[in-house]
């Protein structure tokens, strides 16, 4: 647990053990919600497109490349028949 002070200005200062296990830098964006009476400090993606990486990520199937392949492959094989 890390203790931190609120500033004149309401501002807090982030303790450096957790800038660095979260990669945070000057000029990151945080997001601040109330969850059950409590106030949570999340950041936000440096880029709105990084926060959607995975998740379109498929289930347990095959990847979606190997399914084209697979069907491309017997297009072929279809087209020299």
């Known amino acids: 647990m890390y203790k931190v002070t609120i500033s004149e200005?309401?501002?807090?200062s982030i303790?450096?053990?957790?800038?660095?296990?979260y990669g945070l830098?000057?000029?990151?964006k945080l997001v601040l919600e109330e969850i059950e009476?409590?106030?949570v400090i999340r950041p936000l993606p440096r880029h709105p497109l990084l926060a959607l990486r995975?998740?379109?990520?498929?289930?347990?199937?095959?990847?979606?490349?190997d399914l084209l392949l697979k069907e491309r492959a017997a297009?072929?094989?279809?087209?020299?028949?």
């Open 37 to 39: 009476g409590a106030i």
């Open 25 to 28: 830098k000057k000029g990151d």
């Open 15 to 21: 303790p450096v053990a957790l800038r660095r296990r």
């Open 54 to 65: 995975g998740k379109l990520k498929g289930g347990e199937g095959e990847k979606l490349t």
């Open 9 to 12: 200005k309401g501002q807090i």
């Open 75 to 81: 297009d072929r094989e279809r087209e020299s028949t």
